[in-house]
């Protein structure tokens, strides 16, 4: 099937293109450590001249304990969205987890991201795929890769066709996920651009009692495995002391082990485009 290519800014994703980058910390811990953060991270890609689209969540709805941190107010956090994302001339991928939310983010984002427990949510994807911007779904750890075709004509129906899918492994028992390649390659079959995020795959949902779990050393093999079968992009969540965390620590990836993360992944895509061709 011919692969879509959907433009979010300066950002081109494809399944037969290289690979785009989503990445950023879980959540806006502070308006000061995510924009010492973007900026890092702008620094990496920009060196390896690798596309990089800055992942931003100023609300995480779904945490365990409604005691956790959740991030920031949404008018401040898009005002200071806005602002940084001009400064540092990089696209933005934002979650939304309430229709009423859709517009106004998507005065800031050229991505809109629906979480994966919200991936059937009719009016959700509707309010988001109305904006007219890319939606990145998530697919939900309760689902089929073949069952992403609803999900898609949903937001078809609606005059959108910049649709990108999401693999972030799938309920395995009891606090666990698992990842099945062959889910990446049923959805290329859509058309549209997939992206493998590799450190919401490796979650232990609920381990710590009042937090998610996870091992993030388990993160790259994955993401490797996932760069190999030639998809649009990865996603992955960085922090600077991942155990200092407010959200996904023991899943994300250390900060300063992203430049030589990226390097290994772009030498596997330029092979997997290879023996495509």
Aim: charged content about 20%; overall charge positive.
């Amino acid at each position: 099937m011919k692969q879509v290519r959907i433009k979010a800014g300066t950002a081109v994703f494809s399944n037969d293109s290289p690979l785009v980058y989503i990445a950023g910390p879980c959540v806006i811990e502070s308006l000061k450590s995510y924009a010492a953060e973007a900026g890092k991270l702008k620094a990496m890609f920009a060196k390896l001249r690798t596309s990089f689209v800055l992942k931003a969540s100023f609300d995480k709805a779904n945490r365990t304990s409604h005691s956790s941190f959740r991030g920031i107010p949404i008018e401040t956090a898009l005002d200071f969205l806005k602002d940084l994302k001009n400064r540092l001339g990089v696209p933005v991928l934002i979650d939304v987890h309430e229709p009423s939310q859709a517009a106004r983010v998507a005065e800031v984002a050229d991505i809109l991201q629906i979480p994966a427990f919200l991936c059937r949510q009719t009016d959700l994807l509707f309010a988001c795929a109305d904006t007219g911007r890319v939606v990145n779904v998530k697919k939900g750890q309760f689902l089929a890769p073949w069952d992403m075709a609803n999900i898609i004509s949903k937001i078809e129906s609606r005059g959108n066709r910049n649709i990108m899918l999401t693999e972030r492994g799938s309920c395995f028992g009891y606090g666990n996920l698992v990842v099945d390649m062959r889910g990446l390659e049923i959805m290329k079959e859509f058309g549209y651009p997939v992206i493998f995020d590799c450190t919401h795959s490796v979650q232990k949902p609920g381990a710590l009692g009042k937090a998610t779990g996870g091992d993030a050393k388990l993160a790259l093999p994955l993401a490797k495995a996932a760069a190999a079968l030639k998809i649009a992009g990865i996603f992955f969540e960085a922090h600077p002391e991942p155990a200092k965390a407010l959200s996904d620590g023991p899943n994300s990836l250390k900060l300063g082990l992203v430049p030589d993360a990226v390097n290994m992944l772009n030498q596997i895509d330029k092979l997997a485009m290879k023996f495509a061709e």
